[in-house]
Each structure stands twice: as C-alpha cells, then as structure tokens.
C-alpha cells in the first residue's frame, strides 16, 4: 500500500506524538464519560435512557470540533483535514462494507475459537435481564457507536493519517494499531489471545481507512462488529467451555472454518476495495 488521495503534509515527529497522546487520551475519556452516563441513567431511572440523549449531544460536539468546527480557527483546517470524514464513491462503499463484514464474521469465529483455547478475563457487561428491551437496544447501539465514532475519529482519523503522510501506509497501520493496543489491555487484560485478537480487528479498520481515505466506512462496520460482540457474542463468553477441560466438539471445528473461510473472503473483498481505490486516484 504506497498511495495518497489528499496531498501530503510535513507532520513533525513531536506532532505524532502528542497526536497519539490525544487519540488514546480522548478514546478512553469517551468511553469513560459514557460508562458515568450509564450507571447514572440505570440507577435513577432505567426506563427512561436520557443517557443515549445525552451522549448523541456529545458526540455530536466532539464530531464538529474535531472536524474543524469551533475555536481557535487558526487550527480549523489541520482539524478537518487530520478527521478526514470524506465521501467515498459508491464502489468503494459497498466493497468496503463486503471487506467489513466478512472480516467481523472471521473475527467472530476467531474470538469464539480463542475463548476454547485459552482461559482469558473477557469483557464485564451489566446484566440487562431486568431492564427494559428498548433500553438495552438503544444502550447497545450507543456503546457500540460512541467507541467506534471516537476510535475512528482519534487514531485512524487523527492519528493515522497524519502517520500516512510521513511513513509508508503500512508502516501507519501498524504504529497505529501497536499504540491503541494498551486500551484494549487495560480493560481486557494483557493476554495473548485479546492482543492478538485486537491487533486483527485494529489491522483491518485502519486498512478500510487507509484505501478509502475516510472514516466514514470504518465507523459503519466498527459500531456493526461491536453490536453483534456486545449482543451475541460477549454475554455467552463465561459458558465456553475450554478444550482442554471437554475436548474439541463439532461448534469448535465450525468457527475454525468460519473464520478461515471469512478471512479468505474478506482478503478478496480488500483486494477489490484497493484496485477500485487505486482507479479513483488514477481518474483523479
């Protein structure tokens, strides 16, 4: 991958860093904000969840300041352009979208598969069996949008593309996904298999942010893979049984196939997303 769509801009190494500094630092304070609205709106009043309003708002603000809205107007365009929030053309959205959604499946089955292999802390959800069904869904989709909208913006918005315009694109991908991967740590332990997991799963949206040049299609598959996790695949985590205390039974051997074929597909699916990105340049 050694192609630019928006023309390239001197960015110091001190940049870098104090960009990377702001990505990890306003990531984990999204997320920490929403978890304080969370447990607020469940204890006070969990049928009503004024905690989606009020962090819709907030990340409304965040998107427009980042995106170059607001004071100092000095650093407006430097915003706008380190966010790139740019439309991509129809092609590139859907197989950009195929790229995604066959590497979730392949991540599923790669998760489900890891879980087997190896005992690993996992993630902690709240027990929503007593709460409103509404209210879980949208408590869900606005967990899964908030992270997603605030990784893509800060680290393959801000962070990475700044890193593209200094270093190859995969050298950018893979500094990238090497400094996020502490935050996925600190709430999900410093084992193997969740880094391993998460370097996959930061490969593939900063390589979907890369060829698209845009976010935009990372943060629609990123708060899709996070809603099916947070709904169908985390809350079973704690009754896998490990192989090594049952053996391997025929759902193993199922999603060791599934993410090997899906994986296959979604390499496929990135190879057409690269050709069609590369004739938009070239036309371009």
Same mark, same amino acid.
């Not at 960009?19 to 204890?43: M, P, Q």
């Not at 930061?202 to 040049?213: E, I, N, P, Q, S």
């Not at 049984?241 to 899906?262: K, M």
């Given at each position: ?60 603000? *965040? ?17 706008? %352009?380190?966010? %790139?929030? =740019? ?6 959205? *859907? ?5 995604? *959604? ?61 890193? #593209? ?30 880094? *391993? ?42 009754? =896998?049984?490990?192989?090594? #205390? ?34 938009? %340049?070239?036309?371009?």
């Amino acid at each position: 991958m050694n192609k630019e769509y928006s023309p390239k801009f001197d960015v110091r190494i001190s940049t870098l860093i104090g960009l990377g500094i702001f990505a990890l630092l306003l990531t984990v304070l999204t997320g920490g904000v929403w978890t304080v609205l969370l447990i607020a709106n469940l204890a006070t009043s969990p049928a009503v969840p004024w905690a989606v309003i009020v962090m819709a708002i907030l990340l409304w603000l *965040m998107w427009q300041y980042l995106d170059g809205k607001g004071w100092p107007d000095s650093t407006s365009e430097a915003r706008h %352009r380190y966010l %790139r929030a =740019r439309p991509v053309s129809r092609p590139a959205f *859907m197989w950009s979208m195929a790229a995604g *959604m066959f590497s979730i499946i392949a991540l599923t089955g790669l998760w489900i598969v890891l879980f087997q292999l190896v005992k690993v802390p996992g993630n902690a959800l709240p027990d929503f069996s007593k709460y409103p069904f509404l209210l879980v869904t949208l408590v869900l989709f606005m967990a899964s949008l908030a992270a997603s909208i605030a990784e893509e913006a800060c680290f393959r918005g801000y962070f990475q593309s700044a890193l #593209e315009a200094r270093f190859s694109g995969f050298t950018a991908i893979l500094i990238t996904t090497l400094v996020i991967s502490p935050g996925h740590s600190f709430t999900q332990g410093f084992v193997w298999p969740t880094m *391993m997991f998460y370097f996959f799963v930061d490969a593939v949206f900063g390589t979907l942010a890369y060829l698209c040049d845009s976010i935009l299609p990372g943060i629609v598959i990123h708060t899709i893979g996070l809603f099916i996790f947070f709904a169908g695949i985390w809350p079973f985590d704690a009754s =896998r049984r490990l192989i090594s #205390e049952g053996g391997a039974d025929v759902w193993f051997w199922l999603h060791i196939v599934q993410t090997v074929i899906f994986a296959i597909l979604a390499f496929l699916a990135f190879r057409q997303l690269a050709r069609i990105t590369n004739l938009h %340049r070239d036309k371009t």
